[in-house]
Structures are given as C-alpha cells and as structure tokens.
C-alpha cells in the first residue's frame, strides 16, 4: 500500500512528523510519500526514518485564486491528486486549504459513478462512546433531498465496513424531530430514506441530541453540518478551558487531586486530535483532509482512517452498494 502525505499546511513538517514516524511503526509495510519542501523535511528525519520524499515547494493558500488553483500542477495538493489518479498511490492525506481540496478532488479523481456529490464525513465522540458519523460537514452548502439519501447509503457502508456496526441507526439534522418541520429538502430526504427497507432510518434528530450518542449516522446539508461540527468542537474546547481555569485556584485542588482520573478519561473521549480525519466520501480513490494546523496526533489519527478505506476497498463497496441500488 502506498498512501500520499501533503505536508504543506499551517504547521512546519517537524511538528507532523512524530505522526508519520507512529503510523510507521504500527504499519511497517505501507510506503508513505511525504509531499512538501525537500529540505525541510530531511531535516526533520533521521537515519531511521523510511519515507518517499517528493519535492514540493508550493502551497495552495486561502489567498490562492480558483483559475490558478486549477492551472498549477506544480502545488503539493495537485501533484499529489494526479498520482492518485494516475495509480501511483492508495491514497492522500492532506492538510492543505479545504476548498482547493474538494475543487481538486472532484475534478482529478471524479466522483464515483451515480454519486452527485461527494461529502466530508468525520467522525464525532460522544457521552457513551458510541460516536457516529457527520456528514456533510462543509463540502456541499446546496442539497436536495437525493444528496442526503445518497450520503446515508455511503455512510451506512462505511459504517458496516469499517466501523463493523451490523445495522447503522441513521438519522437527518432538522430543527426538530416532526415530519413537517425543515426545508423541502428535508421532507425529500425523509421520505426516501423512510422508503428504502434496507436502511436502519430512524427519523429527524436535533443538535441537541448529537453528543448524547443516540444514532451512528447523522447526515444533512454541507452549511449546517460544518456550523454542527464547529459548535461541538468549540463547546468542548470551552468546558476544557473552564476546567483547566477553575482547577487551578487553591480551594479546588484537593477536588482536582481526586478527580483528576475522570478528567483524563473525558478530555481522551472527547479529544478530536484522536479523530481528525474528515473523509471525502463518494470518490473514486480514497481522499481523506485534516486541519490545516494538525500536528503529529491529528495526523497519525487521520492517516489510520486512509488507510482503513484502502485496506477494505471502501470505494469500491460505494460503488456496488449505489450500482445495486439503480437496477
């Protein structure tokens, strides 16, 4: 297996590293072909160290323009995408700017047929450890209702494959949990996924119950999804920082000292550097984005989810499952 790391984000190469150097160690077999500035990342590396090194000093920026963002094969992001297309790889793992990412995606690697929209899935932690799969989380702001039918049957796959969950509880985003309510696209999503048997639908779910870990898949539009996942990000960043904050102050230590066991139980299940992998579902090839100032722990975490879909040909179960569904 050979899997594509974008190292040319936010964060310099030796902040990423550690990450490669543990993904390596666990999966010795996988060859990883490290895109980014050649000097910089021998610099990181010792003599151990058995990475592919395809020189790249190019990046595709936020400030970068969509004309040159499609015209410039020599940017880490492009030349990656065209060695995946061209079978020169597994699959890629990058950090870089995420609209450049998806644009990129559709347009080198092409979704898979019958798909019309790949999505960003991730992964999201819950109270019971349940967790479930989000999607979309940013990729597509504009849905119909057959665009959330078509992320449910990839991520009920994706489910079974991966996270070997027999019957995938699915459920869409809506403002509330009655038929009526929501956008048209909502009640169409609704009633095609209520009309496919062989799907696990269980109905509307509100954002309030996405933490309580009710559901293994959630699926909505790419706008409410990313203001879905950012909120719980941001929540969980705000009880970590108040913790922090009133532990310190000398009346709740002995409070601290004795619950400190618990503290470090909630902030592991509820770390999302342990699940920072947003997959982009409904390709051809397996594409999987991180945030652009992952360090080592995001990158590892994210590395284990490529290699995952390539190791249980994930798109090529998409493809049977959504083949098996248009005869």
């Keep these: 297996m050979k899997l594509i790391v974008d190292v040319m984000g936010e964060n310099p190469v030796k902040k990423i590293i550690n990450g490669l150097r543990k993904f390596k160690s666990i999966h010795s077999d996988v060859e990883l072909i490290i895109l980014g500035n050649e000097n910089e990342i021998k610099n990181t590396l010792t003599d151990k ?7 790249c000093d190019k990046a595709v920026t936020p400030e970068s323009h969509l004309p ?17 297309q061209n079978n020169e790889a597994d699959g890629m793992l990058s ?34 450890n349940r967790g ?5 989380v940013g990729a597509n702001i504009n849905c119909s209702g057959e665009d959330l ?17 027999e019957n995938p509880a699915i459920n869409v985003l809506n403002i509330g949990t009655e038929e009526t309510k929501g956008f048209e696209f909502h009640k169409n999503a609704n009633e095609l996924l209520k009309n496919d048997k062989s799907l696990n ?15 293994d898949i959630v699926v909505c539009d790419g706008y409410s999804g990313n203001l879905g996942l950012k909120a719980l990000e941001g929540c969980l960043l705000a009880i970590n920082s ?3 904050k009133e532990y310190k102050k000398p009346k709740n230590w002995l409070g601290a000292l004795f619950s400190i066991g618990v503290i470090k139980k909630i902030k592991k299940a509820f770390d999302y550097k342990n699940h920072a992998g947003a997959f982009v579902i409904g390709l051809n090839k397996n594409i999987v984005k991180t945030h652009g100032n992952a360090k080592d722990k995001e990158f590892f975490s994210a590395l284990c989810m490529l290699y995952d ?8 179960k998409i493809e049977d499952g959504i083949n098996a569904r248009s005869k």
């Design 68 to 84: 040159s963002i499609l015209r410039d094969k020599e940017t880490s992001m492009y030349k990656g995408l065209s060695m995946v």
């Design 201 to 215: 639908y269980q109905g509307f779910i509100e954002s309030r119950e996405l933490s309580s870990g009710i559901t």
């Design 95 to 128: 950090a870089g700017y995420t609209p450049a990412y998806v644009t990129l995606s559709h347009l080198l690697i092409k979704p898979i047929n019958g798909i019309n929209k790949p999505a960003f899935m991730s992964y999201v932690p819950t109270s019971n």
């Design 309 to 316: 879909s390539v190791k249980y040909d994930l798109t090529k």
């Design 242 to 244: 108040l913790l922090k």
């Design 132 to 136: 479930f799969i989000f999607l979309d």
């Design 149 to 165: 039918y078509q992320f449910a049957i990839m991520a009920n796959i994706y489910s079974k494959t991966i996270r070997k969950i």
């Design 49 to 55: 160290d058995q990475f592919t090194i395809v020189n």
